[in-house]
Every structure is written in C-alpha cells, then in structure tokens.
C-alpha cells in the first residue's frame, strides 16, 4: 500500500445521482484492484437515496482513501469539475456509477504510461482501453492497431470507431479545459475532448478494462423523444458550434461526418427555438459559416422528422 501522505498516481472519479443500487458494483471492482496507487474521489450530484450513508460506511471500511463531495444537482458536467478541482492524483479516471472496472485496470494503465519514453509523454493526454460486456465481449469497435496513438477527432471522424471507451487524462491538462458551466443541462463530453485533441495525442490500446452496463434508467437506454432531445438541444448544438468553429477543416479528411455536425447544429436551434430558448451558438469561423449554410437544408429536415416521428413524451 503506498504512503497515505504522498500524492496518488490516480484519482478514480464517480459522478452519481441516485444510484446507491449500483454503486456497490463499482465499490468492490475498486477494491479488487491489482495496483493500490489511487484515491476514489466521489461528487454526489444531489442524491435523495442512501448514496451519503453507503458511502461513510465504505470510508470506514475500505484500505484506500474515499473522499466524498455532496453538491445540488447540476449534471455531469459540474460534479466532473468538481471532482478535478479536488483530484489529488496525477492521471484521472472517471468510473461511472453503473460499471465496474477489471483487477488489473490500473496495473495496465499504469505500464502503458510508463511505456511512452519520458521525452514523448508530454504531448499525450492519457490512455485509452475498451469496454466490455460481463460475458467477455467487446463493446464497440476495437483500434486498427495496440497501441494506436491518435485523438478521438481522428479515431472518431477518419478511423470511424464507435463505442463508449474508458481512460484516464491528466489532471494538469483538464484543469485547462472544464467543461462549460454556463450551458443549460447535459453538455456531450466531446466538447472537452475534442478540444484537448487540438493539443494532445491519445494512446489507445486493444485491452479492456472496464466492464460495461447498461441501467434500464441510464440515457444511453432509453428511446428518444421529442421532450429528450428539445432537453439536450442547448448542449449538442454548442458542441456542434465549438466543432464548426475550431474544427471545420476535418471536412476534408471526413466530408460526411463534418456535415453530419453542420447539420445537426441548424437542427438543434431549431429545437431550441420551439422550446423557447433563442439565440443558438453560431460558428465562430468562416469555414463553419459556410458549412452551416451548406448543410441547412438537411437540418431542417431532420428537425421536421423530429418533430413528427417522434413521441412527445
């Protein structure tokens, strides 16, 4: 067990609201870990179950430190601020409350940073490795090569590599780059990562080391509406502003993709609009301005679909 006074290597982050019948799942893949390095640093986002006394037993119990942090509710994207601003460790993994990570995560994590030479580990963010489902398999698309160093713009847009993923980042670098508190509800992590991607490479590795859930409350779960997406709209049509604005010039390495995003920004301001929020974000480019403009009509259209296919509520 390392120094209870020295800084840890990792600070394993849990956002969780009203999730005490999951979060056990998590405690115990915590425990079980192989390297002993880290903190578990928890932001409760304004539960009203027995997530606070779950957690003081735990504290009580566990051999590693547990630090807790109760905050109104206020989405993701404040308690993950939260939790950086309080993160003692070097690297950042953010755990979700319904998954549970391998034994040997934080071992692997641990040797693949090492492996980069100590000269090139500078211009990397962190390490990325794959979900899996309990019975093994893969979740999503597996990288063309282990390791792979590129950046979820890249992986994402060229590489079209889809599934959730899980790693870790540097404290230091997401310090920089919080997400935006000013927007109304859910921001997409994209936001952030897209934005650490015009500075930093990714290592990304065909290992898995977390196993994936899927909650019958969890949004990835559950079925569209027209009152979820008009919810969401303030959060896709920013990210889709922020794409548009610094990362328009990926229309020529992924011409379907970039107007995929065009698109969706004039459909999300629709949404916007009908909810009653106005303004919108606008490109802040001119190469976004022209995409948007180029790519309208299909926005349009995917807002009228919205509009009448999709249940109200």
């Known amino acids: 067990m390392s120094d209870p006074g020295a800084a840890p290597l990792f600070t394993i982050f849990t956002p969780t609201h009203n999730r005490a019948h999951t979060l056990l799942r998590l405690y115990e893949s915590i425990a079980a870990q192989e390297f002993r390095d880290f903190e578990w640093v928890i932001v409760d986002d304004g539960s009203t179950d027995n997530t606070r006394e779950l ?15 109760h905050q109104s509710h ?36 641990r040797d693949e940073w090492l492996a980069i030479p100590e000269a090139d580990r500078g211009a990397f963010v962190g390490i990325t490795g794959l979900c899996c489902y309990e019975d093994g398999k893969i979740f999503g698309d597996t990288y063309p090569q282990s390791p792979y160093d590129s950046n979820p713009v890249e992986s994402t847009l060229c590489d079209r590599i889809r599934g959730d993923k899980s790693g ?54 559950s079925t569209n509406t027209l009152a979820k997406i008009r919810s969401m709209a303030v959060g896709r ?46 490109p802040q480019s001119i190469g976004g301005c022209l995409l948007k403009l180029l790519a309208w009509p299909v926005g349009f259209l995917a807002f009228l679909y919205d509009e009448r296919r999709l249940p109200r509520a």
Request: hydrophobic residues 40%; charged residues 25%; contains cysteine.
């Open 55 to 69: 957690v003081a037993r735990w504290i009580d119990e566990a051999d590693f430190p547990i630090r807790y942090f």
């Open 74 to 109: 206020g989405h993701k994207k404040t308690a993950y601020n939260y939790g950086i601003r309080e993160a003692r460790g070097e690297l950042f993994l953010c755990w979700d409350s319904d998954d549970a990570a391998l034994p040997h995560a934080l071992r692997l994590f």
């Open 168 to 221: 870790f980042q540097r404290v230091d670098i997401l310090r920089r780059h919080p997400f935006p508190e000013f927007i109304e509800g859910l921001v997409p992590e994209g936001v952030v990562w897209n934005a650490i991607a015009r500075e930093y490479k990714t290592r990304y590795i065909n290992e898995p080391v977390l196993i994936y859930h899927v909650e019958q409350d969890s949004i990835i779960n």
């Open 237 to 282: 049509g920013y990210f889709a502003a922020e794409f548009l604005t610094h990362d328009w010039r990926w229309l020529f390495r992924a011409p379907v993709e970039v107007l995929k995003i065009a698109a969706n920004h004039t459909r999300y301001a629709w949404h916007m609009g009908r909810s009653g929020r106005k303004g919108g974000f606008p």
